[in-house]
């Protein structure tokens, strides 16, 4: 009798989730706007809901992602369960990366910042590695010892974001912020690349 009862559950429990995925699906098709995601969240306080954005050229997702468009509904396994999402913005945009030293000149003259700056680059073109020379010589150490990671096009101050807009990979320059007292010399690690960032609803339904 006890098996019984344990396999009308399961035939239960197997059909509810299959009802709510259904649900999931037809419910984010019917999405348009933030203010219809918040009454979805009031209506299933059960779903954990969440807006994720995904850079194709570093996030986790496969390549199945890269050919969705805006109003897009896919449900995929993961090892943690199972998830909906909707695609509610696609944009393209130019991304970079490069490694720096900040000089700060609040507490810096210009004689010691641009002695500083004029080593740091000598001392690069000899071959020493550009983040055992932020190690040293940046006025604010840096976990990753300079690197700034990927940053979006207009992400930077303009003056900085130009400046590296302007050189190629490999390319060593120096930026002045004076107004701010921000001095950096700067080492452009990467070619500058096109992401294809996708802005989504995520769903996950606690069944």
């Not at 699906?25 to 979805?40: C, F, G, R, V």
């Amino acid at each position: 009798m006890q098996r019984i009862i344990t396999f009308i559950l399961l035939i239960i429990s197997i059909k509810a989730y299959n009802q709510t995925s259904d649900t999931v699906e037809q419910k984010l098709k019917q999405i348009t706007s933030i203010e219809q995601l918040n009454e979805l969240r009031e209506s299933y306080v059960d779903w954990q809901i969440d807006v994720v954005e995904a850079n194709l050229n570093e996030s986790k997702f496969d390549s199945t992602f890269m050919s969705l468009e805006k109003g897009e509904v896919k449900t995929v396994k993961e090892i943690v369960g199972t998830f909906t999402y909707k695609v509610m913005e696609v944009s393209n945009v130019k991304e970079f990366r490069v490694s720096h030293i900040y000089l700060n000149g609040n507490e810096l003259s210009m004689t010691e910042i641009d002695s500083l700056r004029k080593m740091i680059i000598e001392k690069h073109n000899k071959g020493f590695p550009f983040s055992s020379l932020s190690k040293q010589y940046a006025s604010y150490k840096k976990p990753n010892n300079g690197d700034l990671g990927w940053f979006k096009e207009n992400a930077m101050v303009d003056d900085f974001e130009n400046a590296v807009k302007k050189h190629e990979k490999g390319d060593i320059f120096i930026v002045d912020i004076p107004d701010k007292g921000w001095y950096y010399v700067v080492l452009k690690t990467f070619d500058d690349r096109e992401s294809r960032i996708l802005k989504m609803i995520r769903v996950k339904c606690n069944n």
